[in-house]
């Protein structure tokens, strides 16, 4: 288990995070909100690569700053911006991170070659990389951060860049990677985790705005969403979230406290809730 408590980050006087506090335990956490949060703050004091100006977080009970490297072994991480060698293939790439990780050779082939099962990259597992796609690298970068089968996995914005495709495939990936571990997902595109998130933790005002189920937060909203036609005028108590195509026409989404004529109400999505919540925030 993975406990953050009251830890704040500040770069000289400017505060990036103010009193987080969350627990995680197995299974898939989306950190989701807009660029310039502190999404990346966070993940580099969990990976141990920026210290808390005040505050601590904890592995089962131990402060993971004493832990070190015991700490890191537990640990798999792919940063937004993963190195890599373009004229290296997936396997020789895989091979020397593992040495890197003074992982024991036999051990290594093994898992590397089931790893690179894992991530579909099987059948290009001897190509240069040079001549990969966004998605496959992407897939490189989770098969590297999974060598040392860690008990915390942390992606920081891994879905920038790809294709639908790619995101559909990203998505079942990670879902089965999440049994009997910590996933740890960071992005500001809300459909990448709405599906396999089972808690989505929001930062707001460099503060832990939530960290609950997509349907906790939707729920929140319940009531307060309707669509109209994109001709409406709309009046100062309503909200424009969105467009949205339904068949040969447009219709407006807004948020509304009260009930609003002619209007059709609707069920929140996560996406709603998101330009909800972050509605004073440039997006
Ligand atoms: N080394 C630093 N020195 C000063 N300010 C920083 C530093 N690193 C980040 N910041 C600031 O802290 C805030 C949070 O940055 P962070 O990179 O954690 O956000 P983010 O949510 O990951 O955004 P993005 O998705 O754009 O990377 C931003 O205002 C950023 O400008």
Not at 23 to 49: D, H, Q, R
Not at 82 to 90: E, L, Q, R, T, V
Request: hydrophobic residues 40%.
């Amino acid at each position: 288990m993975l406990s953050v408590e009251h830890v704040t980050k500040k770069y000289g006087n400017f505060t990036a995070l103010e009193d987080i506090n969350l627990v995680f335990e197995s299974g898939v956490y989306g950190l989701l909100a807009p660029n310039g949060a502190g999404k990346t703050t966070l993940i580099k004091m969990l990976t141990t690569l920026l210290f808390p100006t005040r505050g601590r977080i904890l592995w089962d009970g131990q402060n993971i700053l004493s832990m070190g490297s015991e700490y890191r072994g537990l640990v798999g991480y792919l940063p937004q911006e993963f190195g890599y060698y373009k004229n290296y293939s997936p396997r020789q790439f895989l091979r020397y991170m593992a040495a890197l990780q003074c992982m024991e050779p036999k051990a290594a082939k093994k898992r590397i070659d089931s790893l690179l099962e894992l991530v579909a990259l099987s059948d290009v597992k001897d190509k240069k990389m040079k001549q990969f796609s966004g998605g496959m690298i992407q897939r490189v970068g989770i098969a590297q951060a999974m060598l040392n089968d860690p008990k915390l996995l942390i992606l920081d914005e891994p879905t920038a860049g790809l294709d639908p495709k790619e995101r559909v495939r990203f998505r079942n990936l990670i879902h089965s990677l999440a049994k009997q571990r910590i996933v740890i997902l960071s992005t500001h595109i809300v459909s990448d985790i709405e599906t396999i998130a089972g808690k989505i933790i929001m930062l707001r005002d460099h503060a832990l705005y939530c960290c609950e189920s997509p349907a906790a937060i939707c729920e929140n909203l319940e009531g307060k969403l309707y669509e109209v036609p994109s001709d409406t005028a709309l009046t100062g108590q309503e909200l424009l979230l969105s467009e949205r195509q339904a068949g040969d026409r447009t219709v407006l989404r807004i948020a509304s406290d009260f009930p609003v004529k002619g209007a059709v109400p609707v069920s929140p999505d996560l996406e709603d809730a998101f330009l909800y919540i972050y509605r004073e925030d440039t997006l």
